[in-house]
């Protein structure tokens, strides 16, 4: 379905908008099974959002593709050794990711296994080696393979991910043998070098480019940058099960922005400069605080905040706080490359991302990026 936010004559419903209108064909063979070495080597496709123009260029250019008086939003969130592997009483094992902890100290966790995993069954979490640690309890089941869980008491989420949990890679990045034999590089590569506060199951990709070369190439120029927080969740990663993206419902993730963040945000739009987004993640940190401030009255584009979101950014969507953003390859068919098509106009992005693949780009996670502007 053809639309471009940019052209005023082509508007297309919020109600007709399909999810399979933002659907793609991908050889396997561009999907990023490493991260580039060093990691600054990636290349980035340069999108001019208002005409579709693209440029090739690496990563370590960076500093020379934005302009002097921009501010960079990064994401500061760490991701945890998420992924976990729990032991049944019959001694089968199953596959989970921790989540969250839950107001009362509950967890919530995605269990996928053979067979029917039932309430009140108790499992055990074990070590690469198999050895146990913690024991769990389900105690409510969600939708899509979510659990309420009961730990140990008194029991600490980190302290025990830290004796049984791995990185949470996405399924589509493979490794020789068990899960639990992912390569130790993947503790580093799936981490940003300007991470410092845990809470994500999944890295926001877009950050994993960055070197300290790049970070002193940025400073060097006079680049500014600020920090929020989005704890990636489920909310990003999660199948989007229903074709009218109307009906989709995100899982909420939680942001944070401080009042420092927020003031150097505010000043830096007030003085008339960009604010370029690094990641979708960001993206939707800025668009959230955006839209509370806009809804309390408390000027802006952004107010500080901690909050839990629920944002899905779809076409056609409003950007108050985002001029231009840094992302990788997404997903065909996922929120993802809704929201970076909601941002440039879904024919534009197709069409790079087709010029992309033409020009042996790699894509998702360990992939290549995007700066669109």
């Known amino acids: 379905?053809?639309?471009?936010?940019?052209?005023?004559?082509?508007?297309?419903?919020?109600?007709?908008?399909?999810?399979?209108?933002?659907?793609?064909?991908?050889?396997?063979?561009?999907?990023?099974?490493?991260?580039?070495?060093?990691?600054?080597?990636?290349?980035?496709?340069?999108?001019?959002?208002?005409?579709?123009?693209?440029?090739?260029?690496?990563?370590?250019?960076?500093?020379?593709?934005?302009?002097?008086?921009?501010?960079?939003?990064?994401?500061?969130?760490?991701?945890?050794?998420?992924?976990?592997?729990?032991?049944?009483?019959?001694?089968?094992?199953?596959?989970?990711?921790?989540?969250?902890?839950?107001?009362?100290?509950?967890?919530?966790?995605?269990?996928?296994?053979?067979?029917?995993?039932?309430?009140?069954?108790?499992?055990?979490?074990?070590?690469?080696?198999?050895?146990?640690?913690?024991?769990?309890?389900?105690?409510?089941?969600?939708?899509?393979?979510?659990?309420?869980?009961?730990?140990?008491?008194?029991?600490?989420?980190?302290?025990?991910?830290?004796?049984?949990?791995?990185?949470?890679?996405?399924?589509?990045?493979?490794?020789?043998?068990?899960?639990?034999?992912?390569?130790?590089?993947?503790r580093e590569d799936y981490q940003t070098v300007f991470a410092r506060r845990d809470g994500a199951v999944a890295a926001p990709t877009a950050g994993l480019h960055f070197t300290p070369r790049v970070l002193d190439g940025l400073d060097a120029r006079g680049i500014e940058r600020v920090a929020v927080t989005l704890h990636v969740g489920l909310g990003t990663f999660q199948p989007v099960r229903v074709d009218r993206l109307a009906d989709h419902t995100m899982h909420e993730e939680y942001a944070e922005i401080s009042p420092e963040a927020a003031e150097q945000i505010n000043r830096a739009r007030a003085a008339g400069r960009r604010i370029v987004a690094v990641g979708t993640t960001s993206v939707r940190a800025l668009e959230s605080a955006a839209e509370t401030a806009e809804a309390t009255g408390q000027g802006g584009p952004v107010c500080a905040v901690r909050q839990w979101t629920r944002l899905f950014i779809r076409p056609p969507y409003r950007f108050r706080a985002v001029d231009a953003m840094i992302t990788n390859f997404h997903l065909p068919r996922t929120t993802l490359l809704v929201l970076v098509s909601a941002f440039a106009g879904r024919e534009k992005i197709l069409a790079a991302y087709a010029e992309a693949i033409r020009a042996g780009y790699r894509f998702y996670s360990y992939g290549d990026a995007m700066l669109i502007s």
């Open 1 to 186: 379905m053809p639309y471009n936010l940019r052209d005023k004559e082509i508007r297309v419903a919020d109600a007709e908008l399909r999810l399979s209108d933002f659907d793609y064909e991908l050889p396997p063979e561009r999907i990023a099974q490493e991260p580039a070495r060093p990691r600054d080597a990636s290349r980035v496709l340069v999108m001019d959002r208002a005409t579709g123009a693209l440029s090739h260029h690496h990563f370590y250019d960076l500093p020379d593709l934005l302009a002097p008086d921009d501010l960079l939003v990064l994401n500061d969130t760490r991701v945890i050794p998420a992924a976990f592997t729990a032991r049944r009483a019959t001694g089968a094992r199953i596959g989970g990711c921790f989540l969250r902890v839950l107001d009362g100290g509950g967890w919530e966790v995605l269990l996928a296994g053979r067979g029917r995993i039932r309430r009140g069954e108790t499992l055990a979490l074990v070590d690469a080696a198999g050895l146990p640690h913690a024991e769990i309890a389900l105690e409510d089941r969600g939708e899509r393979g979510v659990w309420r869980v009961r730990p140990p008491e008194g029991a600490d989420a980190m302290a025990i991910l830290a004796l049984v949990g791995r990185p949470p890679l996405p399924p589509y990045i493979r490794r020789e043998g068990a899960a639990d034999a992912r390569g130790p590089s993947d």
